[in-house]
């Protein structure tokens, strides 16, 4: 998580739009044990929670929340013959983005959060935060594998000692295949790795750990 403190005070010294991309990390705000990373937020112009990521919503729910509509509607407000039943001088979603239409994306997401309330999803989120350490204690107390950096939020990355491309690909590929875990390689500044999110508070974490610990050897 960028040091959006110090970011906004910039921003707003030289008048910059600050816009936060929180496609899946913006989620951890709800998270109590993470929240002072998170300082400065409530300065940004406009930021985006991507909730079919770690907000259980079905897949392409996305948040774009803006603090002003006003700059937004200048921008991406259209006019033409074809919409001129379309009443502009109200707020309008249409108004606020490229596209003209979509379907009702955020509902689900509406009706989750009615039915179970804002506080069970800062548990569900302190879960996965805490499985990730769990994970990442787990991999520190093994031979083979090792842990490239101590989870900030809920994903863990690390490598299995003496593994090329294809051994984690082939790894990767065949737990996925047998919906077990999927655990994708990535890299980073040139080195390949694995990178896992718990983005799932009913994950059987012990079961997970295993899995991992056990298929690497």
């Known amino acids: 998580i960028d040091h959006i403190e110090s970011i906004s005070k910039v921003c707003q010294k030289y008048d910059i ?29 406009s930021f985006i929670v991507d909730p ?3 907000l259980f919503a079905p897949y392409d729910c996305c948040c774009l929340v803006y603090r ?14 074809y919409l001129e039943g379309v009443d502009h001088s109200q707020s309008n979603p249409s108004d606020m983005a490229i596209h003209l239409s979509r ?14 309330g804002s506080k069970k999803y800062s548990e569900a989120v302190e879960k996965c935060i805490a499985n990730a350490k769990k994970c990442a204690e787990a991999i520190n107390q093994t031979d083979h594998l090792e842990l490239v950096m101590e989870p900030t939020l809920s994903i863990v990355v690390f490598k299995r000692k ?19 875990l999927l655990c994708i390689p990535s ?23 295993n899995i991992i610990v056990d298929t690497t050897k």
């Open 103 to 116: 379907r009702t994306r955020g509902l689900p997401l509406w009706y989750s959060l009615v039915t179970y």
């Open 187 to 209: 890299s980073i500044n040139g080195e390949i790795i694995l990178r896992l999110a718990f983005l799932n508070p009913n994950t059987d974490i012990d079961k997970a750990i």
């Open 68 to 81: 002003s509509p006003k700059n937004v509607y200048q921008t991406f407000s259209q006019h033409a013959e």
């Open 162 to 180: 003496g593994w090329e491309l294809a051994d984690y690909a082939s790894w990767s590929s065949d737990l996925a295949l047998e919906g077990k």
């Open 17 to 45: 739009w600050l816009h936060i991309d929180g496609a899946y990390g913006g989620a951890g705000i709800l998270a109590p044990s993470v929240r002072d990373l998170y300082k400065g937020i409530e300065n940004a112009d």
């Open 52 to 54: 079919h990521k770690w």
